[in-house]
């Protein structure tokens, strides 16, 4: 079996190098923050002292941090992935960036000898723990072809769409609808709570498989938001600003206007600037309900 560097142990990170580890493939592991890494080394890991070590290492580098300018800093800075990089080094860049930041960073790769592919994921931790995500890969054929049977251990839907960026492309498109549908479940609770409607009531209809409201942001969400329970984050407001905002840069590139996308992301824009931005992005919730000067659910302002 491949061995596997994996650089970044955050939320998701963390779980997809479990899910690894117990599918057998020797794992080493780096995190910027030590302490996070150390279940996975109780489990049989081994610590690398940077993200270089961690390359140095193995066959395949998964990385899994933020943002652009994250997985740029652990790739290409002087202590990452590129500057162990060695002849048939694999990288895989899972987290959800920037498609010209992903198309750059691979350019880089191949300057190195390093093939690259860029494979965000859907699905949040407890999908991910279960080996159900779905992973939309960019890169070359050939590299896509040896690793779909260990991006396979992480996802149950493993889509190749084009060449390097167009993994990351698809990910801000689609993670566009999860921004809007946790913005609209949110609505619908608040506007419920205001019509003297138990919010649980419009919870427990939109669960109904098949029919047209149902949606996993009101599956996911709605919970959280009835108990004011943000945090740990299931996914943070600022990744949530941050994919948003992408969609709208692609959206600016390409002339099109996304107006429900840009509410949604308004409403992000808010709870970051009262320092929220960690929390949950449920926490759309709370401006809803001070807008409306309402509460939903039984601990309203237990952020
Ligand atoms: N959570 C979800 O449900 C979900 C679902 C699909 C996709 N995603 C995407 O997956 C990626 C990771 O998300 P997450 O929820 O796992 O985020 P997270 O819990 O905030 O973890 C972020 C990780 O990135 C590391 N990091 C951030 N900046 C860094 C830097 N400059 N240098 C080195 N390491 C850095 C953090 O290290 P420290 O531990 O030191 O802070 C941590 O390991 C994001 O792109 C996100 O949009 C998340």
Same mark, same amino acid.
Not at 4 to 10: K, N, S, V
Not at 91 to 115: H, T
Not at 202 to 219: F, H, N, V, Y
């Given at each position: 079996?491949?061995?596997?560097?994996?650089?970044?142990?955050?939320?998701?990170?963390?779980?997809?190098?479990?899910?690894?580890?117990?599918?057998?493939?020797?794992?080493?592991?780096?995190?910027? /923050?030590?302490?996070?890494?150390?279940? $996975? *080394?109780?489990?049989? #890991?081994?610590? @690398? &002292?940077?993200?270089?070590?961690?390359?140095?290492?193995?066959?395949?580098?998964?990385?899994?941090?933020?943002?652009?300018?994250?997985?740029?800093?652990?790739?290409?800075?002087?202590?990452?992935?590129?500057?162990?990089?060695?002849?048939?080094?694999?990288?895989?860049?899972?987290?959800?960036?920037?498609?010209?930041?992903?198309?750059?960073?691979?350019?880089?790769?191949?300057?190195?000898?390093?093939?690259?592919?860029?494979?965000?994921?859907?699905?949040?931790?407890?999908?991910?723990?279960?080996?159900?995500?779905?992973?939309?890969?960019?890169?070359?054929?050939?590299?896509?072809?040896?690793?779909?049977?260990?991006?396979?251990?992480?996802?149950?839907?493993?889509?190749?769409?084009?060449?390097?960026?167009?993994?990351? /492309?698809?990910?801000?498109?689609?993670? $566009? *609808?999860?921004?809007? #549908?946790?913005? @609209? &479940?949110?609505?619908?609770?608040?506007?419920?709570?205001?019509?003297?409607?138990?919010?649980?009531?419009?919870?427990?209809?939109?669960?109904?498989?098949?029919?047209?409201?149902?949606?996993?942001?009101?599956?996911?969400?709605?919970?959280?938001?009835?108990?004011?329970?943000?945090?740990?984050?299931?996914?943070?407001?600022?990744?949530?600003?941050?994919?948003?905002?992408?969609?709208?840069?692609?959206?600016?590139?390409?002339?099109?206007?996304?107006?429900?996308?840009?509410?949604?992301?308004?409403?992000?824009?808010?709870?970051?600037?009262?320092?929220?931005?960690?929390?949950?992005?449920?926490?759309?919730?709370?401006?809803?309900?001070?807008?409306?000067?309402?509460?939903?659910?039984?601990?309203?302002?237990?952020?």
């Amino acid at each position: 079996m491949e061995r596997i560097g994996f650089i970044g142990l955050g939320t998701m990170g963390q779980v997809m190098a479990q899910r690894l580890m117990a599918a057998g493939y020797p794992l080493s592991v780096w995190n910027r /923050t030590r302490d996070k890494a150390e279940p $996975l *080394i109780q489990a049989g #890991a081994k610590w @690398a &002292a940077s993200a270089r070590e961690a390359a140095n290492a193995s066959d395949i580098v998964i990385t899994m941090v933020t943002d652009s300018a994250a997985s740029e800093a652990v790739i290409c800075g002087p202590d990452g992935v590129l500057a162990g990089a060695h002849p048939g080094l694999t990288l895989i860049d899972s987290g959800s960036i920037e498609p010209e930041m992903s198309y750059s960073i691979a350019e880089r790769a191949k300057a190195k000898g390093v093939a690259m592919l860029d494979a965000p994921v859907s699905g949040g931790p407890k999908v991910a723990a279960e080996g159900r995500l779905g992973i939309m890969v960019g890169g070359p054929q050939e590299t896509f072809q040896a690793c779909e049977p260990l991006l396979k251990q992480l996802g149950s839907m493993v889509l190749y769409v084009g060449g390097n960026g167009k993994g990351t /492309t698809v990910k801000l498109i689609a993670n $566009l *609808i999860m921004g809007v #549908a946790i913005q @609209a &479940a949110a609505e619908s609770l608040v506007l419920a709570a205001k019509a003297g409607i138990d919010p649980q009531v419009i919870i427990d209809i939109t669960s109904l498989p098949g029919t047209g409201p149902q949606t996993g942001a009101m599956a996911t969400r709605g919970p959280r938001m009835m108990q004011h329970n943000f945090y740990p984050p299931h996914f943070s407001t600022d990744n949530m600003h941050k994919d948003l905002s992408g969609a709208l840069r692609l959206a600016e590139k390409f002339g099109v206007s996304l107006p429900t996308a840009s509410a949604a992301r308004e409403m992000l824009r808010a709870v970051k600037s009262q320092g929220n931005g960690r929390i949950d992005s449920s926490a759309v919730v709370t401006v809803l309900e001070a807008m409306a000067n309402t509460t939903i659910g039984s601990q309203p302002g237990s952020v």
